[in-house]
Nanobody
Framework: QVQLVESGGGSVQAGGSLRLSCELS????????MAWFRQVPGKERQAVAK???????YVVDAFKERVTISNRYTKNTVDLQIDGLNPEDTATYYC????????????????????????WGKGTLVTLAS
C-alpha cells in the first residue's frame, strides 16, 4: 500500500533551478526515512539527500552547495531544491523510503543508503539543455 510519487522533473536550462517533490502515502505509522537518489546513464545510483521523521536531514557532501532538502509536515512530502543546474545533472531522480530510522546517520555511502530503502518511486527525469 505504500507508494511514492515524484514530480517536478522536466527540461531545464543550464544555470536554472528545479524543485522536485516526493509524496509518500500508505504508511500506517509516523516513523520513516525518505531519501533522494539520482542515476545517470552508465553510472550507479547515487544518494543525494535524506530526511527522517525525527527531523534529521542530510545532504551528501558532493551536493551540499546546490541542494536543499525539506519536508512539509502537513503531508508526508519531501522537496529537493537543486540550484545551479548543469548538463551533468541530467539524470533520473528517484525517491525512496523505509519505515524506520536506520539510515538516519551521516553515512553517505550510496550503497548503504540504497539498501536501507524499502519502497521506491518510479523516478522523474531531469534533462538539462546544453
Amino acid at each position: 500500500q505504500v507508494q511514492l510519487v515524484e514530480s517536478g522533473g522536466g527540461s531545464v536550462q543550464a544555470g536554472g533551478s528545479l524543485r522536485l517533490s516526493c509524496e509518500l502515502s500508505g504508511l500506517s505509522g509516523s516513523i520513516y526515512t525518505m531519501a533522494w537518489f539520482r542515476q545517470v546513464p552508465g553510472k550507479e545510483r547515487q544518494a543525494v539527500a535524506k530526511l527522517c521523521s525525527s527531523g534529521f536531514k542530510y545532504v551528501v557532501d558532493a551536493f551540499k552547495e546546490r541542494v536543499t532538502i525539506s519536508n512539509r509536515y502537513t503531508k508526508n512530502t519531501v522537496d529537493l531544491q537543486i540550484d545551479g543546474l548543469n548538463p551533468e545533472d541530467t539524470a533520473t531522480y528517484y525517491c525512496a523510503a523505509v519505515e524506520d530510522l536506520s539510515a538516519c546517520s551521516y553515512d553517505s555511502r550510496s550503497n548503504t543508503v540504497r539498501l536501507a530503502m524499502k519502497y521506491w518511486g518510479k523516478g522523474t527525469l531531469v534533462t538539462l539543455a546544453s
